[in-house]
């Protein structure tokens, strides 16, 4: 590919990069498969599968991404972050402009000694294919020194050096980051831009592709082997309708209160007024089953499930039990509303406080014991 091109490519992939560091994410997997083009011709990043968070503190040690693409720190085992994004695209750009990988092997065991020790070497026709600040800069991406790669700098903001760098004079960053900047490359929407052999290959000349089948029913464990009598065991189906669903969302304003021998879930009308606390304690004596008269927060509006399929994902993300709760409705709330309030430990007097009706009981603490949840008022 032409040095322009790529150096257009380079420019938004470290923006990128940049990006995803930023919010403590390190992609782990950069290399042009990766990389797609839209119709004007701007890059994304894609593939997200081994895509971690990190952190400065503690390093990532697990060894994942693509051999030909991966940092000596990955291979070695010895702790890296988001270094090792910035090898990769150096691995890239040299490829796109040159044709070929930098570091070579017909084994993963010579691939390895290759990138962990054999020196960058140029073809003879490098200077037809690339300027000597474009070298300067693939270099500088393919330190094995992870601390002085470029791109990266301890506590964030390497984007910086790239922004100075040689190679890239001239680039208007603040255009490329809004994606005003003209793409030197636009893809032809009339023709397949992609090579297709690959995905013919796997159609053609599979043997047995893997199909989704049905798991059968009622196998005499006796007669399988070890392995498939495991798998029949404990790989269980999962059935939704039995099975309590556990939630580690707190609303705020929300605090754990002692363990009891059971957790209640109420039901109360959504248009309930609870009253102002006073400093008696008397409530105390009958713990999880007073509500003061007073309005509802929006904090614990997020109690309040909807099962008519308005915004269900939403509430499934804040721990709500739509599926333990379907079905259970109180005769004073909406049909489409099924309420969730914990217990609540109040400073109201027992006059001021409305006992509650339990419906259902249950959820059990990770010791086997059931746990309260307590809202302080």
């Given at each position: ?100 990988r930098p570091f070579r092997g017909r084994t993963n065991t010579n691939l390895t000694e290759s990138i962990m020790m054999e020196q960058l070497h140029w073809p003879d026709d490098v200077g037809a294919k690339i300027s000597p600040d474009g070298q300067r800069a693939i270099r500088a991406w393919l330190e094995r020194d992870m601390h002085y790669r470029l791109g990266y700098k301890l506590g ?222």
């Amino acid at each position: 590919m032409p040095e322009e091109t790529v150096k257009f490519w380079m420019s938004e992939l470290a923006l990128a990069l940049d990006y995803l560091h930023s919010k403590k994410i390190v992609h782990r997997d950069i290399k042009p498969d990766n990389i797609l083009l839209d119709e004007k011709g701007h890059v994304h990043i894609t593939d997200f599968n081994i895509a971690v968070h990190f952190s400065e503190r503690r390093m990532l040690t697990g060894i994942a991404g693509s051999l030909a693409y991966m940092a000596p720190e990955v291979l070695t085992k010895r702790g890296y972050s988001q270094q090792v994004d910035w090898w990769s695209l150096g691995v890239c750009a040299f490829e796109l402009i040159i044709g070929k990988r930098p570091f070579r092997g017909r084994t993963n065991t010579n691939l390895t000694e290759s990138i962990m020790m054999e020196q960058l070497h140029w073809p003879d026709d490098v200077g037809a294919k690339i300027s000597p600040d474009g070298q300067r800069a693939i270099r500088a991406w393919l330190e094995r020194d992870m601390h002085y790669r470029l791109g990266y700098k301890l506590g964030g903001g390497g984007i910086e050096d790239i922004k100075a760098h040689p190679w890239f004079r001239g680039i208007d960053w603040d255009a490329v980051y809004r994606k005003e900047a003209q793409p030197p490359f636009e893809p032809d929407p009339k023709k397949a831009n992609f090579d297709a052999t690959h995905e013919l290959e796997e159609l053609l000349l599979e043997e047995n592709p893997l199909k989704a089948r049905k798991r059968k029913q009622g196998q005499d464990l006796e007669t399988l082997s070890k392995e498939m009598r495991m798998m029949e065991e404990h790989f269980t189906i999962f059935d939704y309708t039995k099975k309590d669903r556990k939630s580690y969302y707190h609303p705020k304003n929300m605090s754990v209160g002692a363990t009891t021998t059971s957790t209640t879930v109420q039901s109360v009308s959504t248009n309930a007024t609870l009253a102002p606390s006073s400093a008696s304690a008397a409530a105390s004596a009958t713990p999880g089953l007073l509500l003061p008269r007073r309005s509802v927060s929006p904090g614990e509006k997020t109690q309040y499930c909807s099962t008519s399929g308005l915004d269900i994902e939403a509430q499934i993300a804040d721990g709500g039990g739509v599926a333990a709760m379907r079905g259970l409705k109180s005769p004073s709330t909406p049909a489409s509303v099924v309420v969730m309030p914990v217990p609540v430990r109040s400073t109201a007097s027992p006059e001021e406080s409305i006992p509650m009706k339990p419906l259902v009981s249950g959820l059990r603490g990770g010791s086997g014991s059931k746990r309260t949840l307590m809202m302080t008022v």
